[in-house]
């Protein structure tokens, strides 16, 4: 009996303003929001979903997990990114690799790779 993907919790100094900023940039919506808890999903009833929880301290040291996105169009994708508050990050990725590396506004890492060939 295996376990099924429900949710990646994230942890956020402003949990609402992350998930809007999230659910943009995914093409989510928010499907249950309080103060402690904001949750975005593809649609309300697709799994899994994002939930972003309050915590008192700032972001400190690269992620131990993060989020991959393949977009059809790479560099409008990270120009979007950008514009919408994400900004370029350096992780030790190295020069010639399939991805870019950004941060979201509170500095948590995610990956814009190549399309697919």
Known sequence: MGSRWEN????ALD?????RWWAEALGYQITYERPDEVEIRRTPNELPGLIFVPVADAKSGK???HVDLRPADQ???IERLVN???????V????NVGWVVLAD???NEFCVLKQRQ
């Open 63 to 65: 992620n131990r997990l």
């Open 105 to 107: 506004p509170e500095g």
């Open 75 to 77: 560099e409008a994708e």
């Open 15 to 19: 949990p609402a303003r992350l998930a």
């Open 84 to 90: 919408m508050g994400a900004r370029h990050v350096e």
């Open 8 to 11: 990646l919790v994230v942890d």
């Open 92 to 95: 030790g990725q190295g020069g």
